[in-house]
């Protein structure tokens, strides 16, 4: 065929028309795009670990509309970010703020920090939930007060995105609230009608849009829960696409052990699996961490699908009352507390616990009982001192006037440990607190500095002192990997088509404030914040906005 002039005009059209474009630079009719955002000028860290580099990210409604060079774009909001880092929106894989959004849904400690979804659900979740188990659960609030609306942990998500909130969140079903709801706070095996009644809240929550199984091993009624017991959950979980996650069994004397159960879980579920903030308690057992590591990494060779998340801190946090030995708190708070009105037990509980040993320091953060406040602040040991008894009655003489509430942090860990943990790729992070604000009801009491700073924390001390990795590993370690670990819906990328949860902040001066001693203060150095494109945090400041959606599992129809 002979071809003419004619001929190959088609073609070279055709040849013309294959040629890239930037994205998003032109609109109809080679006209420039508009966009409602554009970061102009910034460094992009895209969460994948790869190499930063110099573009524009334009956002329209919800979405990343287009990411490249958009010099000729027009937005109602331009924002220059020449010398500051553009991100995805940071995750937490381990957040504590099921109450605090209900009493504040801007979550200023954490959106201060990038951090733009929150995942709940560490062993306790809020739903399933019965008759008895909302009683007890407005029986039990402390400062934070609210109504309750819903039953189902699906519901009660909605519902934080009904009434409003900064950050995106998304929700495991708490191993220990599903054996509640059935058992009720017995410490004894399920039977087999029970299990079957437990396995079908499972898999209602999953098909609602659970992300997984939530266990934390270490607390009643979770400690009761048997191996066997959480394989055949996480079987149904994982069915449905799900994850699960634990607080250990134990993170001292019997860590090796109790990450061997972790492992086997997942294998025999056939369940991707995460240990919540990877640690080795007592300094007798810091030594145990590369063992732990080492076993991690030989479960991935062999194919399992395990990774952790960390706070990076050497001080862990939660109630007083966790000092005391599982089986007093069968049948709950109320029943722990009558066992330690009874002389007779008391001395069993005492005695158990002298034999274990109190540990490391313990700093009091938080009570309910109004009468106690002014401890706040000060060591078990120096209020023993000052009441003139040893830890352990000291100890429990407190469990008794605050009800079992009192809230503390206690000194257990290793620097060096924490280091070795971030060396690792397979590592995330996890606030392990709630998101909270320095102001209202949030500051009648301490708290530990992981609420206002983990995050700002990695950046700070580990990437631009420490040297640990640089920052795009640091992106990625707490937005791509995440986001992949737990199959969420076109997140943790900055990526055109992806939900513009976008965070620009300076690596220069990005660090956390707070200390143990001064714990509410907000980080510094994140610029702005979007959330679904809506801006929550300009100039450093919060804006008010409350676009956060609830985010759901692979197992929801239609998510």
Not at 196 to 216: K, Q, T, Y
Not at 319 to 341: I, T, Y
């Amino acid at each position: 065929m002979k071809l003419t002039f004619a001929s190959i005009i088609p073609i070279i059209l055709l040849s013309l028309a294959a040629l890239p474009i930037p994205a998003g630079a032109f609109g109809a009719a080679d006209q420039p795009a508009r966009f409602d955002v554009i970061i102009r000028n910034g460094t992009l860290y895209d969460g994948s670990g790869g190499a930063p580099v110099r573009a524009d990210v334009g956002i329209r409604g919800d979405m990343i509309a287009a990411v490249g060079d958009l010099g000729t774009g027009h937005a109602t909001t331009i924002i220059d970010a020449k010398g500051l880092a553009v991100a995805p929106g940071f995750i937490n894989m381990l957040s504590w703020s099921t109450a605090s959004l209900l009493v504040d849904g801007r979550s200023q400690s954490e959106i201060r920090q990038g951090v733009t979804t929150q995942i709940l659900g560490e062993g306790q979740s809020m739903g399933p939930l019965n008759d008895d188990m909302k009683k007890r659960m407005l029986a039990s609030q402390g400062d934070m007060k609210f109504d309750i609306h819903w039953t189902s942990l699906a519901e009660y998500l909605a519902h934080l995105e009904k009434t409003g909130v900064s950050p995106n969140v998304a929700s495991f079903i708490g191993s220990g609230t599903i054996r509640e709801n059935v058992i009720g706070l017995a410490n004894r095996n399920a039977t087999a009608p029970e299990m079957n009644r437990m396995l079908d809240l499972v898999r209602r929550e999953m098909e609602d849009g659970a992300l997984g199984i939530g266990s934390s091993l270490i607390y009643a009624p979770d400690a009761y829960s048997t191996t066997q017991e959480l394989i055949e959950m996480c079987r149904v979980a994982a069915g449905y696409g799900g994850m699960y996650i634990s607080h250990v069994r134990n993170e001292g004397s019997t860590l090796v052990e109790a990450i061997a159960e972790f492992i086997r879980i997942s294998r025999d579920a056939g369940i991707p699996a995460e240990i919540y903030h990877l640690k080795a308690g007592g300094e007798s057992n810091w030594g145990k961490m590369d063992r732990v590591i080492s076993m991690v990494n030989g479960a991935r060779a062999e194919g399992l699908r395990i990774t952790a998340n960390v706070y990076l801190y050497t001080a862990s946090s939660n109630r007083l009352a966790s000092r005391v030995p599982a089986w007093a708190h069968e049948g709950g708070n109320d029943a722990l507390l009558a066992r330690l009105g009874d002389p007779a037990t008391r001395r069993k509980i005492s005695s158990e616990m002298r034999r274990r040993g109190m540990g490391s320091k313990t700093l009091l953060i938080g009570f309910d009982s109004e009468s106690l406040k002014p401890l706040v602040g000060k060591t078990l040991q120096e209020v023993a001192r000052m009441r003139g008894k040893d830890q352990v009655e000291t100890l429990l003489d407190l469990v008794l006037e605050d009800r079992a509430r009192t809230r503390v942090v206690s000194f257990s860990m290793s620097e060096d440990n924490i280091r070795k943990q971030l060396h690792q790729p397979w590592v995330s992070l996890g606030s392990d607190a709630a998101s909270i604000s320095a102001e209202g009801v949030f500051i009648k009491s301490s708290t530990h500095p992981r609420a206002y700073g983990n995050f700002a924390r990695l950046f700070g001390k580990y990437v631009r002192d420490e040297k640990i990795m640089p920052v795009q590993e640091a992106v990625r370690r707490v937005t791509g990997l995440p986001a992949s670990n737990l199959h969420l819906d076109r997140r943790g990328s900055l990526r055109e088509g992806f939900f513009a949860d976008v965070v620009v902040f300076d690596p220069q001066t990005f660090s956390d404030v707070a200390t143990y001693d001064n714990p509410h203060r907000y980080a510094v150095g994140m610029k702005h914040v979007f959330v679904n494109g809506a801006q929550v945090l300009k100039d450093g400041d919060h804006t008010g906005a409350k676009p956060g959606r609830a985010l759901w599992g692979q197992g929801k129809k239609g998510r």
